[in-house]
């Protein structure tokens, strides 16, 4: 079966922790990207990559960091910087034909928790 | 204005009625429009891309009007497996990026 699969579908972070999210697809994809959602606002974008050893900070990146270092996986950290973090996080990837033609198919989400 | 609007709903219709949600944009150079569907505490799935001729994909119809900057789709016969947020989303031009609209909730009542 192709698909994007996150892990863990629920996530608990205690205050200073760093906590690190997972995002594989094997649909041989090579854009990736993060996005949070919280409740009543759209999907707000973190970082995204089209290759593999890049990626470029999207509109809220601060407090989280990435790494490509193979074309199926895009994890993403949350760390102790992001003061908010509680939030829906979902990962996508599209086919890279020519910038944001092509559609976007998103991982299940992680749900990320404070305590 | 806002980069993608659209009106957060929620709409509430009875089965079989037909109903259209509208999304306005900002950036008159966007070339790429979609619909996903979000359901609740779900990621958002692909409902359909829109052209510029319109297209339909069974009780969906999605049309674009690139002179008032807005995106459409249309419902018919709803069912209610329907109800969900429908969310429009517009690529952001010359990047790999995309902007999503708030959402619009539909409920679809027995």
């Known amino acids: 079966d192709g698909g994007i699969t996150q892990s863990p579908k629920y996530l608990f972070r205690k205050e200073g922790q760093n906590v690190t999210l997972s995002c594989e697809q094997n649909?041989?994809?090579?854009?990736m990207y993060w996005y949070r959602q919280d409740p009543g606002q759209g999907l707000r974008l973190i970082y995204y990559?089209?290759?593999?050893?890049?990626?470029q900070k999207g509109d809220i990146a601060e407090g989280y960091s990435v790494s490509r270092e193979k074309k199926e996986s895009f994890p993403l950290t949350v760390t102790s910087a992001q003061k908010n973090p509680t939030a829906f996080y979902l990962c996508?990837?599209?086919?890279?034909?020519?910038?944001?033609?092509?559609?976007?198919?998103f991982g299940p989400g992680t749900r990320l928790l404070v305590l | 204005r806002k980069e993608v609007e659209q009106d957060p709903g929620p709409f509430n219709v009875p089965e079989g009625a037909t109903v259209a949600f509208n999304c306005t944009y900002s950036n008159s150079a966007s070339q790429s429009f979609f619909w996903y569907r979000q359901d609740c505490r779900k990621e958002p799935k692909l409902l359909m891309s829109v052209y510029s001729s319109g297209n339909e994909d069974g009780r969906f119809t999605a049309q674009l009007n690139r002179a008032s900057q807005y995106i459409s789709l249309l419902i018919r016969d709803s069912k209610l497996s329907d109800s969900a947020t429908y969310l429009c989303?517009?690529?952001?031009?010359?990047?790999?990026?995309?902007?999503f609209g708030t959402g619009t909730r539909l409920k679809v009542l027995a």
């Open positions: 990559s089209q290759i593999v050893n890049d990626f």
């Open positions: 989303v517009v690529n952001i031009p010359g990047t790999y990026k995309y902007i």
């Open positions: 996508a990837s599209s086919p890279d034909r020519g910038l944001s033609q092509e559609t976007q198919y």
């Open positions: 649909l041989n994809h090579d854009a």
